[in-house]
């Protein structure tokens, strides 16, 4: 029913709008993170920023709110594209946070908890080809415009073999564009080799304002 589309896109945006990291900056260094290292709100920033402790509250807050609203929208309704679009709203409340100015992040650890949250015997079977990324090059970044489109790749022949329904591959297609245009700035530095490593660059932005 339409109303099942309305009310799982309004839970998804509003539970991807609470920002987590911001919150922590608050709370722990009463700080605006968004005034610091890439001057967002996502787990890389918290861990510049903050401190990789915290950054891992951020992680596995942000994955549970990408989740949560998929979850939510397969109680409310059967229909898969209701919980794309609950799941696809949340990744955009990350990204442009009604809550927070609509300064967010880059949606990487929100979408994956939304494919957490979707096929998650998937969703786990790559994990470690992203964890080798980041441990044998140490860029988050690098990972995030790879798996993108790989996650992409896999959802849309799982969808060909009726593994899982088409509405996970439209998903997953949508997120990787997010991501990809997102992390624009950071493709033009990784081609030019000064992107930043894990943990580094977490000085305040030049005539930052945010707050």
Known sequence: MWWHFLVCIAIGYFVGSIPVGLLIGRFVRGIDIREFGSGKTGFTNVVRTVGARWGGVALIGDLAKGAAPVVIARIISDDPFVAMAAGLATAIGHDWPVFAGFKGGRGVAASYGVILAL?????????????AIIG???IVSLMSVVM??????????????????????????AAAVLIIVLHWENVQRLLAGTEPRFGEGGNRREGAQVS
């Open 119 to 131: 096929n998650p015997i998937a969703g786990l079977a790559l994990l470690p080809l992203g964890l």
């Open 136 to 138: 044998i090059t140490r």
């Open 148 to 173: 993108a489109p790989v996650f992409a790749i896999v959802f849309i022949v799982l969808a060909a073999f009726d593994l899982h329904p088409w509405a996970y591959a439209i998903y997953a297609i």
